[in-house]
């Protein structure tokens, strides 16, 4: 016997794969998705592309509004997850949490704010407070808790153990040992997963709109449909623009504090050198005056100008942005009145229609998983620069990979659903193409991360450059392309629940739909599903994972 | 055994039959005696797992024992409440082999930690604590000999830096008792010696009890006024250190001698492969 052997690892491994391309198969036919639709579609938004083309950028004024709205909606409803998120998080973390009952609820209100996609918050808390903004923002803040907490929990679960034996040693109660000695160490990954959460916040506030909680996403909307074709590809380049310089520069940051060098202010050598040897000068003159407060070093003024920035623009935000932040708080009493209106779930007056609409979901969140991952395969190959060694290729392939990652998907639904007419096919297709640049840029990184020795020593036995990628690369970036895909699957699925909003398929239409009507009953069903879908599909994901490993 | 001792007045320390029996099952100290007057320097060694750790983390209530009583200053740590702990604990300086220190602080406030059992509520942050305890700090520094790296980030330091920055903060408890475990095990021989002398040095100033855990047997003895030796929980060996030779305490680690090779050589094991293939 030359074949490996039968391990139930192995076995259970084979039957995930078996079951995922059983999966993928039905849910292609489940969507009637054809070859011909599949190359039509991209045909007909080219088509429409060219048609909106050029853009008309005569109403700018308004559109800079909506801009600067979406940018506030998204750095107030980050700010407001982080609050809420770190009293959750230090209750959620097995090693600062107080007792089991908090553990279980704040681990409890993570996971089901991380179930429930924001548009579908916002659309149900509009109702509740009104057109504009604020519902925008409150949703925002309360599915980013699902992030954001997540990740502040694992930073705390991370800190290593050492130092908080030693602070609580020296007789230090238990919340200043923490204060001592986790919080320090967990504070990179504070600030970075904030960041990175407002980069993706920008994003979704981007077509909050659709659902009328304020941003830019209602003035394309409203462009669409008054076929303004010209003006909405207006806003749309704006806000892109607007996106990809986040995307970049909140990048920057967050490997500036996790690099922790001040690599963003100080470029070249020389000047880094310099501001070394002051800091240098600085610390010196501070210890031999017996200084007894920390001096003003390059890192600490950086750190003080970065933190003054964020408040200044977060006082701008609250003071220019058209919501009532004191009575705001009055409108709780109307989230909760809307909230308990959805109780008891009716899950009986549209079964059928629920019913399809959740295989709906599930089946275009599997196509657009494939068939992104199909896409983004080549791109990544191109895009890491130890696979194709080309400076010029591999430069443009991420240049070009980031450009597309800049339009949210449910803009680019849009567009889609625009070419083609409603349906599940336009909301796979977009999905499909969000997936392909996210996932080859994952894919990327992994592959630039393979370690050299074992692809050295296959070369050296004289292989092929692809016989090379089959015995050496492949095998090392396996297990990350499994977890990477299963993520991918993950967020698809999560993405295809609020397709429908904007008519691409899906249950969120009739969630949509259930609202208009005031079907508060159906809507707390559809709610209950979609939760359900999500979680077994992160749980079944968490599993395969640690098969993998 | 530990007579001579028990009949000197004001112990600081008694544990009466103690047991500590892990969740897992694992018997780490068997109905352990032991009395500690003030002003003691104690040495305690045993092979690895002999439950010399364990027993120093009795002392201040790190962990609890499953049988017998710890007293420490005349309080049962072993049901201590939370704030009779915390004011056993601001007595105690504890000095651990991995140092402790928080990396990304400043070493001042790595050291200004060691002020918070005099402080109520969380601090954070240099700011946080009052001037005078900043000054404090800054002195405890020039004690270890670590002023100039005051405003120095802890994770930049040496091993040898960190255990002195580790024994400034527990001088800023001031404390009346010191325990170490192990506390230059993780140092190159010159960077031990300079740290061990400094713990000594310091504990004599501040006539502190002490109570060190050491690898080596030789620096034990040299160190020490009191021996203790510990093997699988149990106390095997008693004595005062003076006229104390190495072939007295090698009966400690007796049935271990084997195994100790063993597991010496399976530390080494990675490194040689490591080695090979590199
Ligand atoms: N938290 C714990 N949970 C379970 N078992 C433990 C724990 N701490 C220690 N033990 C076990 O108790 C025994 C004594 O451990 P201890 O750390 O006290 O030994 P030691 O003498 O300090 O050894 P070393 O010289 O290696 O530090 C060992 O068998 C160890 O595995
Ligand atoms: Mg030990």
Redesign the interface.
């Known amino acids: 016997m030359l074949s490996a052997p039968r391990s139930t690892k192995r076995l259970k491994l084979g039957g995930v794969f078996f079951v995922f391309v059983a999966a993928t198969i039905w849910s292609w036919l489940y969507i009637k998705m054809t070859f011909s639709t599949l190359f039509g579609g991209f045909d007909d938004l080219w088509n429409l592309l060219q048609y909106m083309f050029p853009p008309r950028f005569d109403q700018m004024g308004q559109v800079i509004d909506a801009t600067i709205e979406t940018l506030w909606m998204a750095l107030i409803g980050t700010t407001a997850s982080v609050i809420l998120s770190i009293p959750l998080a230090f209750g959620a973390a097995r090693n600062t949490t107080p007792n089991a009952a908090t553990f279980a609820v704040c681990r409890a209100i993570i996971t089901l704010a991380r179930a429930v996609p924001t548009l579908i918050i916002a659309a149900i808390f509009v109702l509740a407070v009104g057109i504009g903004p604020l519902g925008g923002i409150l949703a925002l803040a309360l599915h980013s808790i699902g992030m954001i907490g997540k990740l502040y929990t694992e930073a705390i679960e991370s800190a290593t153990e050492a130092p908080r034996d030693a602070v609580s040693s020296t007789g230090a109660s238990k919340w200043q040992t923490i204060l001592a000695t986790i919080v320090p160490q967990a504070t990179p990954t504070f600030i970075g997963a904030a960041l990175y959460r407002l980069d993706i916040n920008v994003r979704e506030s981007a077509v909050l709109g659709w659902v009328g909680a304020g941003g830019i996403g209602f003035v394309i909307q409203t462009a669409l449909r008054g076929l303004d074709y010209s003006r909405a590809l207006a806003a749309v380049s704006v806000i892109f623009v607007v996106i990809t310089l986040i995307e970049i520069s909140s990048n920057r940051l967050r490997a500036s504090i996790i690099g922790e060098q001040s690599a963003v202010i100080t470029k070249n050598q020389k000047a880094r050198k310099k501001s070394t040897e002051r800091d240098h000068k600085i610390l010196l003159k501070a210890v031999t005056l017996r200084k007894l407060n920390l001096p003003w070093t390059s890192e600490r003024r950086l750190r003080i100008s970065a933190v003054l920035f964020y408040a200044g623009l977060l006082i701008l935000a609250l003071v220019t942005i058209k919501i009532p932040i004191i009575s705001s708080f009055g409108y709780l009493d109307e989230i909760f009145k809307t909230s308990a209106d959805l109780f008891p779930p009716d899950f009986n007056t549209a079964r059928p229609e629920i019913i399809r609409g959740i295989l709906e979901t599930i089946a275009i969140g599997f196509v657009a998983t494939i068939l992104g991952l199909l896409i983004a395969l080549p791109l990544a190959l191109l895009a890491a620069r130890n696979i194709v060694v080309n400076r010029v290729i591999y430069s443009g392939t991420r240049l070009f990979m980031l450009a597309f990652r800049g339009i949210p998907e449910l803009i680019v639904a849009v567009l889609f659903v625009s070419a083609m007419g409603l349906g599940p096919v336009p909301g796979t297709l977009a999905l499909t193409l969000g997936t392909a640049f996210f996932m080859a840029k994952l894919i990327a990184d992994t592959l630039e991360e393979v370690a050299p020795e074992p692809r050295d020593a296959i070369f050296a036995t004289g292989a092929t450059r692809s016989q090379e990628f089959f015995a050496a690369v492949l095998p090392q970036a396996m297990p990350n392309l499994v977890s990477q895909t299963l993520y991918l699957l993950d967020v698809n699925l999560r993405s295809s629940t609020v397709l429908g909003i904007v008519g691409g398929g899906g249950i969120g239409f009739l969630l949509l739909s259930a609202l208009r009507v005031i079907e508060y009953q159906t809507v707390g069903a559809i709610l209950i599903l979609t939760f359900v879908v999500v979680y077994a599909i992160e749980l079944l994901g968490s599993w395969v994972r640690k098969l993998v490993e | 055994m530990s007579k001579i001792f028990s009949t000197e007045a004001d112990p600081i320390v008694s544990l009466t039959k103690v047991s500590k029996r892990f969740a897992t099952g694992t018997l780490a100290l068997d109905e352990v005696d032991l009395v500690v007057p003030r002003g003691q320097l104690l040495s305690l060694i045993g092979q690895s797992g002999s439950g010399k750790s364990t027993l120093l983390r009795h002392i201040?209530g790190?962990h609890k024992p499953t049988g017998g009583e710890v007293l420490v200053m005349g309080c049962n740590v072993g049901d201590a409440k939370?704030k009779e702990l915390?004011?056993?604990?601001?007595?105690?300086?504890?000095v651990?082999q991995?140092?402790?220190?928080?990396?990304?602080?400043?070493c001042l406030e790595n050291v200004l930690?060691?002020?918070?059992?005099?402080?109520a509520?969380?601090?954070?942050g240099?700011?946080s604590y009052p001037?005078a305890l900043?000054?404090e700090a800054?002195e405890h520094l020039e004690r270890v000999g670590l002023?100039?790296q005051?405003?120095?980030r802890a994770d930049t330091l040496s091993g040898g830096q960190m255990q002195r920055v580790?024994i400034a903060?527990?001088l800023?408890?001031q404390p009346v008792m010191l325990l170490a475990d192990e506390p230059v095990a993780s140092l190159d021989p010159e960077s031990s010696a300079q740290v061990l002398e400094l713990l000594l040095k310091i504990s004599i100033e501040e006539k502190m009890t002490v109570i060190v855990t050491l690898h080596q047997v030789e620096l034990a003895i040299d160190w020490a006024n009191r021996i203790v030796g510990l093997r699988d929980g149990k106390v095997v060996l008693d004595r005062s250190a003076i006229g104390l030779t190495q072939e007295d305490v090698m009966d400690v680690y007796r049935r271990a001698d084997r195994s100790n090779d063993l597991a010496k050589q399976e530390a080494e094991f990675p490194k040689s492969v490591a080695s090979l293939s590199s």
Not at chain 2, 113 to 119: I, P, Y
Not at chain 2, 121 to 124: F, T
């Open positions: 201040n790190l939370s915390r004011q056993i604990r601001k007595n105690i300086g504890f651990f991995q140092f402790g220190l928080v990396g990304r602080a400043t930690t060691g002020a918070l059992g005099r402080l509520g969380p601090r954070y240099l700011v001037k900043r000054r800054f002023d100039s005051a405003f120095q580790a903060r527990s800023m408890q």
